[in-house]
């Protein structure tokens, strides 16, 4: 039986969040320089979003540029930058093909006038597609997206009333950038470290975490398709017993 098979399609993660992480120890391998391993990232995106929207995947959301990636040097986050808007161009039709709608999360208006051009235009042309919704987390933390959604908050109790009592998760979750988005059940993080890296903190409470120590740059679908049998083996339990569950 091959490892697409041993999936079950009636227990798929809705949602997968991937840390992509290792382009640049994965280029330091082979004696290249970070952005080679950069660019062949580009080609574990293309399959891993190929095989999740194949199999069903409803939301895969990509760690592509965190807010503290700004700090790296400047020759890499440029070269990260054109990467994004070379890849937004060389993908847009085989997204429209695969009926996957393009979304961001983060704060993408500190993002460069050009990406932001060319993000927008490609979430607007896949704005009608039914199929994987793929969204890039982009100028991305936690933490500024939880601070953002209290100021948020605050500049709307200016404007009416808000009763405290009526703030629970479910108001919380509605100034999240992810409003509109199930939390994750499965959170994939390659490389071989165990960090978060302030990536979703308060929509991962009941994800089910899956570390592996592939690089970045040589994940492939059956890497996605063996972190998804792992998550199939486990029980969610969300603070109740296994008794309770059945
Ligand atoms: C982490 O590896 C990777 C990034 C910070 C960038 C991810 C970007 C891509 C995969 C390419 C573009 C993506 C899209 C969606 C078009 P690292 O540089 O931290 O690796 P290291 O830990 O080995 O140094």
């Not at 908050?153 to 509605?174: M, V």
């Amino acid at each position: 039986m091959d490892l697409k098979e041993k999936i079950d399609k009636n227990n798929l993660p809705a949602h997968v969040a991937i840390i992509m992480d290792g382009n640049g120890r994965w280029a330091k391998k082979k004696g290249n320089q970070r952005i080679f391993g950069h660019k062949n990232g580009v080609k574990a995106v293309r399959d891993t979003v190929e095989g999740a929207g194949e199999l069903g995947v409803q939301y895969l959301t990509l760690y592509a540029f965190s807010t503290e990636n700004w700090n790296r040097p400047k020759k890499e986050v440029d070269a990260l930058m054109t990467l994004l808007i070379t890849t937004i161009n060389s993908e847009t039709d085989t997204l429209l093909k695969n009926n996957v709608r393009l979304l961001t999360i983060g704060d993408t208006e500190g993002l460069p006038k050009n990406v932001k051009e060319k993000l927008n235009a490609v979430i607007e042309k896949t704005a009608n597609n039914t199929g994987l919704k793929l969204v890039l987390a982009l100028n991305y933390s936690a933490r500024w997206e939880i601070v953002n959604a209290v100021k948020n908050i605050l500049t709307d109790s200016k404007k009416t009333d808000i009763n405290i009592e009526k703030i629970n998760n479910e108001y919380f979750e509605g100034y999240l950038n992810t409003k509109d988005i199930p939390d994750p059940d499965l959170l994939i993080r390659t490389s071989g470290e165990f960090r978060i890296s302030n990536f979703l903190i308060w929509q991962i409470a009941y994800t089910e975490l899956y570390f592996t120590d592939v690089l970045w740059p040589d994940f492939r679908r059956e890497d996605l398709y063996n972190a998804i049998i792992n998550y199939q083996q486990r029980e969610r339990r969300f603070g109740k017993i296994s008794e309770q569950l059945i």
